[in-house]
């Protein structure tokens, strides 16, 4: 994600995107989770065709959740999709 701003791909693919890795444990303070939300965008936008977000359901045999980040970007699909 940190080098990948400026590029353009056919396909991206992220994936563990789960709460800990994306925002990372360690970003604890807003603005450490705005930059975090900041980089997840810049890999979304650089899909030009298509995007594939995976996370487990599991890891490290501990139930984990689905970034936030994920949840946003359904939120704004269906905020765009109301506006339409």
């Given at each position: 994600?940190?080098?990948?701003k400026?590029?353009?791909?056919?396909?991206?693919?992220i994936?563990?995107?789960?709460?800990?890795?994306?925002?990372h444990a360690?970003a604890?303070?807003?603005?450490?989770?705005?930059?975090?939300?900041?980089?997840?965008?810049?890999?979304?936008?650089?899909?030009?065709?298509?995007?594939?977000?995976?996370?487990?359901?599991?890891?490290?045999?501990?139930?984990v959740e689905?970034?936030?980040?994920?949840?946003?970007?359904?939120a704004?699909k269906?905020?765009?999709?109301?506006?339409?």
């Open positions: 994600m940190h080098s990948s400026g590029l353009e791909y056919k396909v991206v693919y994936v563990d995107a789960i709460e800990s890795v994306t925002p360690k604890v303070l807003d603005d450490d989770i705005e930059e975090e939300r900041r980089l997840f965008y810049v890999a979304v936008t650089r899909a030009k065709d298509e995007l594939h977000i995976f996370w487990p359901k599991e890891r490290f045999g501990k139930q689905v970034s936030r980040f994920v949840g946003e970007l359904n704004d269906q905020s765009h999709a109301s506006k339409v």
